[in-house]
């Protein structure tokens, strides 16, 4: 009886969100092509046979066709040279069919990735991991529009704040994690949205009380259930971007995230579920970056994030 009373966080549906962000990207792959531009172009490379990366580029590939773009799948030998990985890249950079570039990571040891990142197009960089793209997301004015590549998860979990929220102007947001992937980028993209924003790590003294100030929690460490409920301030929004996989009793795996979602689902107000949450924003977002690189690239403005 007492447990229908207790106030419930609002689920945030990332599924669903990112099936609407697909659909209006394939509406404005249609609306470019009736200007006349060419179709949105996605070049994957892979280099390997890495199971797990054949099964990312594959639905990469997949989704783009499927929202009307001309996706390129190139696949190279495990022991493929750097140089000729370099050659591919210039010569995809120099192919107006092409507005984007997507290199699967991680790429084979014998090969430098931070070289390989470089060489790409910053345009064309739909990952949005070019040192130019960093360096213009680390230096964006607030509230400017993202007429660059950002990186697609933290993309997402900005999109997904934005539409649970609406303002987070003055909002306090702590931001768990600090790598290049996931928690600065998302620090950044918060911080343009006019949030007060806190980033940790793993040297951060009294987590758990500066946790219990913020508005929004992002948390984005690789560690089963590390956000506690007794963290959360009543009414928080917790995004969850940890994808943790934990054995299970009957010798199986279940995916958990980086916050203990049964304790702080009685306390937040908005929270995502792991999966279902931040992970399917990710491939969406790539697919809205690519149809902005075509737009840029057929001399339109973006479309807002
Ligand atoms: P990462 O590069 O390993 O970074 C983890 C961060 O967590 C680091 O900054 C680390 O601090 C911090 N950390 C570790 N232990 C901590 C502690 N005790 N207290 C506070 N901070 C601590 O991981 P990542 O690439 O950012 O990914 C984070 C999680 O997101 C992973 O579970 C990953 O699988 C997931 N992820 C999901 C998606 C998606 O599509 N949903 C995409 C990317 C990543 P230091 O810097 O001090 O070491």
């Known amino acids: 009886m007492a447990d229908a009373k207790l106030p419930t966080a609002k689920l945030i549906d990332g599924k669903a969100f990112a099936a609407g962000l697909q659909q209006r990207v394939a509406a404005g792959v249609r609306e470019l092509v009736a200007t006349g ?59 107006p069919a092409i507005n984007g570039i997507l290199v699967q990571l991680p790429l084979p040891k014998h090969i ?44 997402g979990v900005s999109m997904l704040l934005q539409d649970a929220l609406g303002s987070m102007a003055g909002l306090n947001a702590i931001v768990i994690g600090r790598s290049t992937l996931v928690g600065r980028p998302v620090a950044q993209l918060l911080l343009r949205l006019d949030c007060t924003v806190t980033i940790t790590h793993s040297r951060t003294r009294d987590l758990a009380s500066l946790c219990r ?25 917790v995004i969850d971007v940890g994808i943790n996989r934990i054995p299970t009793a009957d010798g199986k795996t279940r995916l958990v995230g980086d916050a203990a979602f049964a304790e702080i689902l ?4 908005h929270l995502t579920p792991v999966p279902g949450g931040v992970g399917p924003m990710t491939v969406a977002c790539l697919m809205f970056n690519t149809l902005q690189a075509a737009r840029c690239a057929a001399g339109l403005a973006v479309s807002a994030a």
């Open 37 to 95: 531009a060419p179709k949105p172009g996605l070049a994957t490379v892979l280099v390997g046979a890495d199971p797990a990366s054949q099964v990312y580029v594959r639905s990469k590939g997949k989704l783009a066709a499927e929202l009307g773009m001309a996706s390129f799948d190139h696949r190279l030998g495990p022991e493929t040279a750097e140089a000729e990985l370099l050659a591919l890249i210039a010569t995809l950079n120099a192919d």
């Open 213 to 237: 100030q913020a508005d929004i929690v992002v948390a984005a460490i690789g560690k089963p259930a590390f956000v506690r409920g007794d963290w959360i301030k009543p009414g928080a929004a």
């Open 266 to 269: 009685p306390v937040a107000g």
């Open 112 to 155: 430098d990735t931070a070289c390989v990142l470089l060489a790409i197009d910053p345009a064309k960089d739909v990952d949005g991991f070019h040192p130019i793209n960093v360096g213009r997301l680390g230096s964006i004015a607030a509230g400017a529009p993202l007429d660059f590549p950002v990186p697609c998860t933290p993309l």
